[in-house]
């Protein structure tokens, strides 16, 4: 009797803590990029939309924050932990204006995002397809 072989699903976790500081952002996607490897989805988009929950927490959290990246064959996901309770919601924002579509792209371009709240702030994370 033979044995088939089982397709294994395995995710990987990478997670790193970053200062407060404008400087943390570009050193968030450059974390994200080297570690998204040969996953076969939209590295670009990823990274992107790392950028955006980076800077949202620097500029509107005014905090340090935690960068999860969670990666398996079909799925990436990021989170950005911030020590802010303030919920982020879209806004519509005039087209004039140079801020305020970060979260307009997190909830286009991703396949799906969210907050969590916890009891030191909160988690926004969101979820890209290959």
Request: no cysteine; net charge negative.
């Amino acid at each position: 009797m033979g044995t088939r072989g089982a397709v294994r699903r395995t995710t990987t976790l990478y997670e790193v803590h970053l200062p407060f500081d404008t400087a943390s952002v570009p050193l968030a996607r450059e974390f994200v990029r080297t570690r998204l490897g040969d996953w076969g989805g939209d590295h670009h988009v990823v990274e992107l939309l790392t950028t955006e929950l980076a800077t949202n927490a620097v500029l509107h959290a005014h905090s340090a924050f935690d960068l999860a990246l969670k990666v398996d064959p079909t799925v990436v996901r990021v989170e950005v932990g911030d020590a802010s309770p303030v919920i982020p919601r879209p806004t519509v924002t005039p087209l004039d204006s140079v801020r305020g579509r970060g979260l307009f792209l997190v909830e286009t371009m991703s396949s799906r995002w969210g907050v969590d709240g916890e009891v030191d702030g909160k988690r926004v994370w969101f979820e890209v397809t290959a």
